[in-house]
């Protein structure tokens, strides 16, 4: 098939905030998981990823062992509760716009986002977009083992997990979008046909301008607007 893909990052581009930092908040919250402890590091972790510093397999190993200590249904509540309590208000009617837009056009819609296939596949649902690319956690015996398989979809990582995606489709693209607010989706925005900065971080929104790709933001009103 030859199609248009319109491939969206996840955390601070189709939403108001971090699904994967929120989710660690929950967890707190639901006293799964030491506040005083668990605080610090979630909190560090994201100041890694916000300077473009993040060690990957480190921050999963933290951020998948809360699955496999608590029991599958425990989580599917917990995931319930914090899809209604921490992702809906956050979902922005710009964003959700933005993907009826590409949707409206007959484009293939994707989501491909770092955060782990537990936490995002409710969002990807709540925004009807039926493609999610995200870091897997392993299964073993029907339970979380903690850690992850395969390559996760972060930085060049999600152009590896694109690619096999369009390989195992046989997809032929006619052109591709991608649309993200961090430096850490560079490699993936340099990669497509019709690159986007949406809220952009200063270190995107710098190379976005240089480059002459659309600066958009979904955080005012109903529609997207291109910032100045």
């Known amino acids: 098939m030859t199609v248009q893909l319109a491939i969206f990052d996840l955390d601070n581009t189709l939403l108001g905030g971090d699904s994967d930092y929120l989710w660690g908040q929950h967890l707190m919250d639901k006293g799964a998981v030491s506040r005083e402890r668990f605080e610090v590091e979630n ?33 599917l509540a917990w995931r319930r509760e914090f899809i209604d309590t921490h992702i809906r208000p956050r979902v922005l009617p710009a964003a959700q716009a933005l993907v009826d837009d590409h949707r409206a056009r007959g484009h293939g819609l994707m989501i491909i986002t770092a955060t782990n296939r537990f936490v995002t596949e409710p969002i990807a649902e709540l925004f009807n977009i039926p493609i999610l690319l995200a870091t897997e956690p392993e299964i073993h015996n029907s339970a979380f083992t903690g850690r992850h398989q395969g390559t996760p979809t972060f930085r060049e990582g999600k152009i590896t997990a694109l690619q096999h995606w369009l390989d195992a489709e046989g997809a032929m693209m006619e052109a591709m979008h ?10 993936l925005l340099e990669h497509v046909d019709h690159p986007v900065a949406v ?21 005012s009103g109903e529609v997207p607007q291109a910032l100045p």
């Open 199 to 219: 809220d952009p971080d200063p270190t995107l929104e710098a190379a976005a301008r240089a480059r002459g790709w659309p600066v958009l933001t979904l955080r």
């Open 43 to 75: 909190q560090r972790f994201m100041e890694q990823y916000e300077a473009g510093e993040l060690d990957i397999d480190t921050f999963l190993a933290f951020a998948l062992a809360p699955l496999a200590q608590t029991p599958k249904d425990t989580l």
């Open 178 to 187: 991608f649309y993200s607010d961090s430096r850490n989706d560079l490699p």
